[in-house]
């Protein structure tokens, strides 16, 4: 499995509406300003967004029909409902909740039983970690038990327990399972893509004369912060790696007036809470009843956690996905817009 937090962002329903994440660092952004449907507007039955050029401004609408209730959202046009995209329910993994073999995926060999889908056993074949039961790994086509923490032989995450990272090394003898957020700042660590590396205590990492080694906790100047492109968004730099720091994103809001605010980094305000909380998750026995390469995946984690340490992980979870987009933005707008982070913003 991909040992990145972005493998949460992948599988995650959210995507729709990226229109001002800005990834040219040159450009100014060009941001719009959103508001309520006026009651002397008529809209298509369809329409969530209405955009009067005249204004740059945009009128919206939530979408209301439970076959297309997401909002495509597009730049300087109108923005029609569209049917749920990517599906929000997927199939079941082997450890997930199912009501009959139809809602288990083609990794579980053994179907649904007693409410939760089965994968092969210890010593039965498989493909990848993703046919083994929980607590299982696929090596040589074989499910055999994960790798405790301490010992070597992992290639990555879902090779270990379900509580620990693959620390990656020359050799798959040399590479041991770690427990996750335990390694000290500016401690080497094997493995570090994008500048992520769940081993870290702080979850980032930097490359320093040819060895990738933890950061300290990564922060922003300020929260919000408001800027004009990518360049205003580097993260505090780090003396220690050469006054080092993160690239952060400037990405508009669908707020009032035209804005545009800086993404977060793993130490500010909501992402540093929704860290919080995946600690919670990662120290619960819960995450033990997901398959290995399940671990940080929303549906299993919904399925066993308690409703309402899922409902506030969730909730962290999209306000710094979704960050700053909902900020200084109506209700309406954020519903119509943003309807996921919307509702677990109540239900939190
Ligand atoms: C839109 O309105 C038409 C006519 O009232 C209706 O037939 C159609 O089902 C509606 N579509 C949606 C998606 O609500
Ligand atoms: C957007 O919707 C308005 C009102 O329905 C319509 O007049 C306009 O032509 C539409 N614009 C585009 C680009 O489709
Ligand atoms: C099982 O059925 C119940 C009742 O219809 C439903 O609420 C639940 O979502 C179903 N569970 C799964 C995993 O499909
Ligand atoms: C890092 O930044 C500080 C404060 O701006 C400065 O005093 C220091 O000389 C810088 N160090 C390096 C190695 O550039
Ligand atoms: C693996 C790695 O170190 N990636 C990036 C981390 O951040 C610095 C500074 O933004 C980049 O130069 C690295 O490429």
């Known amino acids: ?53 005249q204004q740059s401004k945009y009128y919206t609408r939530k979408c209301s ?3 297309l209730n997401y909002c495509l959202t597009l730049n300087q046009a109108n923005s029609t409902c569209i049917g749920n995209q990517p599906l929000t329910t997927g199939y079941a993994w082997p450890g997930e909740k199912c009501n009959t073999t139809v809602d288990c995926s083609s990794h579980c060999a053994h179907g649904c039983n007693s409410g939760v889908c089965i994968g092969s056993f210890q010593g039965e074949s ?31 995450d879902s090779d270990c327990v379900n509580h620990a990272g693959c620390n990656n090394a020359q050799t798959i003898q040399d590479s041991v399972c770690y427990p996750y957020y335990t390694i000290s700042d500016h401690l080497p660590v094997g493995y570090c893509k ?25 922060k ?6 408001t800027c004009n492109d990518n360049s205003e968004c580097a993260s505090i730099p780090d003396p220690y790696f050469n006054n080092g720091s993160l690239q952060g994103a400037c990405a508009c809001a669908f707020s009032t007036e035209p804005k545009s605010y800086c993404t977060l980094f793993a130490g500010d305000s909501y992402s540093a809470e929704k ?27 919904q399925n066993w956690w308690t409703k309402s340490e899922y409902n ?8 710094s996905f979704d960050y700053p987009k909902y900020l200084d933005s109506e209700d309406c707008v954020t519903e119509t817009f943003l309807p996921d982070y919307y509702q677990a913003k109540k239900n939190a």
């Open 220 to 225: 922003s100047s300020a929260v919000p912060k």
């Open 194 to 218: 994008n500048n992520i590396s769940m081993l870290c205590d702080s979850g980032n990492c930097m490359l320093n004369n040819g060895v990738f080694e933890c950061m300290k906790l990564v």
């Open 126 to 156: 498989c493909i990848r970690t993703d046919d083994c039961q929980p607590g299982l790994r696929c090596a040589n086509s074989i499910c055999l038990p994960q790798i405790e923490i301490g010992r070597g032989g992992c290639v990555t």
């Open 312 to 319: 506030r992980y969730f909730y962290y979870f999209l306000a």
């Open 275 to 301: 860290v919080k909380y995946l600690k919670k998750w990662i120290q619960s026995d819960f995450i033990n009843k997901c398959n290995g390469a399940r671990r940080f995946n929303l549906q299993c984690i």
């Open 1 to 53: 499995m991909d040992r990145s937090l972005n493998s949460l962002w992948m599988i995650s329903i959210f995507a729709v509406g990226m229109q001002c994440l800005n990834t040219d660092v040159s450009t100014t952004l060009n941001c719009g300003s959103y508001t309520c449907k006026l009651n002397t507007q008529n809209f298509l039955n369809t329409t969530c967004a209405y955009y009067n050029y």
């Open 65 to 67: 029909s439970r076959v």
